[in-house]
């Protein structure tokens, strides 16, 4: 039986002739899962987020933390910080247009066997549970409510618990989703440090290698964790490999692994 391969790309963070080269490398016909952030840092975020939208059904597309930014800029909820370079969607013709797609984007995505995120799950949470909760947050961004609901998820609290309702529910899960990176020994998550695992003081652990973490038979398949680079482990791949420091734009073929890299940054 042949197997049905999706293509994942990294953190682009609006560097488009990085990854213009990256897709020229790519089959034309390849089935795209992009693990968010393709925009702010970089100078084109506009760019890549039109290369993307031409993509059309052949991308796939995970929200990350700069892309709710956006969204919460956008929404008049939230203010440009003063290295955001977003402007440039925001001033477009078609912002609408990609505004309202952004909107649609979902934080978790299952596919290929594989569990596609921005940043990291829950230990205790299972796929079904991930996919959940990130549809929780799909919907209130999908809602008419949408900009009300932006301003109310950004905040680094509280933990995640299941029995969390309205908006701090919504921002424990969007944290999870969206800025994971080291856990402390009971769980709750640390959310200063993003060096990487191997510089980390002893009490952190990052959060794929929890103990006991209930998805730890699946594949799952992240970027945001620039510092962590390229990792491919047993049902783990981190696809960050620090494009927009200078180093390289990365694609994985999954489940039929294989590796493509440009190089980073330039202008
Ligand atoms: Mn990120």
Redesign the pocket.
Known sequence: MQSHNVYAIG?VHGFAKNLKELLKLLPQNAELVFL??AINRGPDSLECLRIIYDLGKRATYVL???DLHFLAVAAGVRPLAKKDTLSGILEAKDADKIISWLRKQSLAVFKANTLFI??GVHPSWTIEETLQYANEVHSAIQSKEWKANLAGIFGNTPAWSESLTGFDRLRAIVNVL??SRFLYSDGSAEIKSSCAPYEAPADLIPWFDFPGRKTANSRIVC??WSTCGLTIRHNLITL?SGCCWGRELTAVRIPQLRVWQVSGKKD
């Open positions: 953190d968010g952030d990350g933390n700069h921005h940043a969206t800025r970027g945001h960050d």
